[in-house]
DNA sequence: AACAGTCACAACCGCTCCAAA
DNA sequence: CTTTGGAGCGGTTGTGACTGT
């Protein structure tokens, strides 16, 4: 059976012969590319084009840089799939002279599993429950599906205890949602553990994922939260089994929402700007995390920096559907 | 040595998007 | 407006190498 794409001609499959790898290359480096549907029959090659275009974007482009991924590059990998999700042809933008698809492959093979066992869940990054945990490590690599992924992606409600030890006297509580992506994003409930709480242990709740950063934290609960750039790994770093509590039936995180996802019942012309927006925003964010080295930013601990969240959400002022802006995520108490 | 299980990676499949006819 | 074909993308599968028993 022949490609779709080709149906009508008899096409070589399977790996690639090494000859064949000669044609291509010197018919791309001559003539160029051009329409990849008549590069086989121009380079005399009984393959379909679209195996051709593959076969040079995954291996046989010069500029490719082949060996073992750096803890760079998996840093990079990792924080840009926390905001881009599995859009691998984007986070290898990031990554120059890798293919999307050594970026996914890698990604399968080393990342996620990484991350598993860090009881991370490898799709929305958030704390995977220790019994969930146990049922996820025991999948296979196939356990990226979307059934399962929904599973998983329980929201986090994590207690902060002896609060006034991680906070200084100021009587202003500063508070934001580091969630740029997420349209819908709703406000942080803050509120007081309901088996007796103590003065100074609370329920901090973010609805929309655990990128929660806090700084400036005062006296509750009187006080206005007001949270902008933050130290992550305050927060984020007293998570763990014993302090984190599963919010049950909460809706799944979505880690990186397309054009699709933020239309909602708008209208296709609607759509279309979004997807333009989307375009503008992706042109901006290569731009941003060009200008901020982001390698640089990206410590070994696998802390995330809130600052290029941040950063992000500043670039979505003005993509967001309804206009969003920094200051829409942060809400008083 | 033989076999089974695991892993990494190359390649394919199916889908969407878009432009041209 | 509809159809068609090319390009691009993400998910999945196939396969060879490696490792453990």
Same mark, same amino acid.
């Given at each position: 059976?022949?490609?779709?794409?080709?149906?009508?001609?008899?096409?070589?499959?399977?790996?690639?012969?090494?000859?064949?790898?000669?044609?291509?290359?010197?018919?791309?480096?001559?003539?160029?590319?051009?329409?990849?549907?008549?590069?086989?029959?121009?380079?005399?090659?009984?393959?379909?084009?679209?195996?051709?275009?593959?076969?040079?974007?995954?291996?046989?482009?010069?500029?490719?840089?082949?060996?073992?991924?750096?803890?760079?590059?998996?840093?990079?990998?990792?924080?840009?799939?926390?905001?881009?999700?599995?859009?691998?042809?984007?986070?290898?933008?990031?990554?120059?002279?890798?293919?999307?698809?050594?970026?996914?492959?890698?990604?399968?093979?080393?990342?996620?599993?990484?991350?598993?066992?860090?009881?991370?869940?490898?799709?929305?990054?958030?704390?995977?429950?220790?019994?969930?945990?146990?049922?996820?490590? $025991?999948?296979?690599?196939?356990?990226?599906?979307?059934?399962?992924?929904?599973?998983?992606?329980?929201?986090?409600?994590?207690?902060?205890?002896?609060?006034?030890?991680?906070?200084?006297?100021?009587?202003?509580? $500063?508070?934001?949602?580091?969630?740029?992506?997420?349209? $819908?994003?709703?406000?942080?409930?803050?509120?007081?553990?309901?088996?007796?709480?103590?003065? %100074?242990?609370?329920?901090?709740?973010?609805?929309?994922?655990?990128?929660?950063?806090?700084?400036?934290?005062?006296?509750?609960?009187?006080?206005?939260? %007001?949270?902008?750039?933050?130290?992550?790994?305050?927060?984020?770093?007293?998570?763990?089994?014993?302090?984190?509590?599963?919010?049950?039936?909460?809706?799944?995180?979505?880690?990186?929402?397309?054009?699709?996802?933020?239309?909602?019942?708008?209208?296709?012309?609607?759509?279309?700007?979004?997807?333009?927006?989307?375009?503008?925003?992706?042109?901006?964010?290569?731009?941003?995390?060009?200008?901020?080295?982001?390698?640089?930013?990206?410590?070994?601990?696998?802390?995330?920096?809130?600052?290029?969240?941040?950063?992000?959400?500043?670039?979505?002022?003005?993509?967001?559907?309804?206009?969003?802006?920094?200051?829409?995520?942060?809400?008083?108490?």
């Amino acid at each position: 059976m022949g490609h779709r794409c080709c149906g009508k001609h008899k096409v070589k499959r399977g790996l690639w012969s090494p000859e064949e790898d000669d044609k291509l290359i010197k018919h791309v480096t001559t003539h160029g590319h051009g329409s990849w549907s008549s590069v086989p029959r121009h380079a005399g090659l009984e393959r379909c084009g679209k195996s051709c275009r593959l076969r040079w974007i995954n291996y046989l482009r010069p500029e490719l840089k082949r060996g073992s991924f750096t803890s760079e590059e998996e840093q990079i990998i990792i924080d840009v799939h926390r905001i881009l999700g599995n859009r691998w042809a984007q986070i290898a933008k990031h990554l120059p002279g890798r293919t999307d698809n050594e970026v996914k492959n890698f990604w399968n093979s080393c990342i996620k599993k990484k991350l598993m066992s860090q009881g991370l869940d490898p799709q929305t990054h958030n704390l995977i429950s220790s019994h969930k945990r146990s049922a996820a490590s $025991n999948k296979t690599a196939g356990s990226n599906t979307k059934s399962q992924s929904h599973i998983d992606q329980k929201r986090p409600v994590f207690t902060v205890n002896n609060i006034s030890q991680m906070i200084d006297s100021s009587t202003e509580i $500063n508070y934001s949602i580091s969630q740029p992506i997420v349209s $819908n994003a709703q406000p942080p409930t803050v509120q007081p553990i309901m088996a007796e709480p103590t003065d %100074n242990q609370y329920l901090v709740q973010n609805p929309n994922s655990c990128w929660t950063s806090v700084t400036d934290i005062p006296t509750f609960p009187d006080s206005t939260l %007001n949270i902008s750039s933050a130290s992550s790994s305050l927060v984020f770093g007293h998570l763990d089994d014993s302090n984190c509590i599963w919010a049950a039936g909460a809706e799944p995180f979505e880690a990186a929402p397309r054009a699709m996802d933020l239309q909602g019942e708008q209208s296709k012309g609607q759509v279309v700007q979004v997807q333009q927006e989307k375009d503008k925003l992706l042109e901006m964010e290569m731009k941003a995390i060009q200008d901020m080295d982001i390698a640089a930013s990206f410590d070994q601990s696998s802390s995330f920096d809130f600052s290029l969240v941040e950063y992000y959400s500043t670039l979505m002022s003005g993509v967001m559907p309804q206009d969003y802006s920094v200051a829409d995520f942060t809400w008083n108490f």
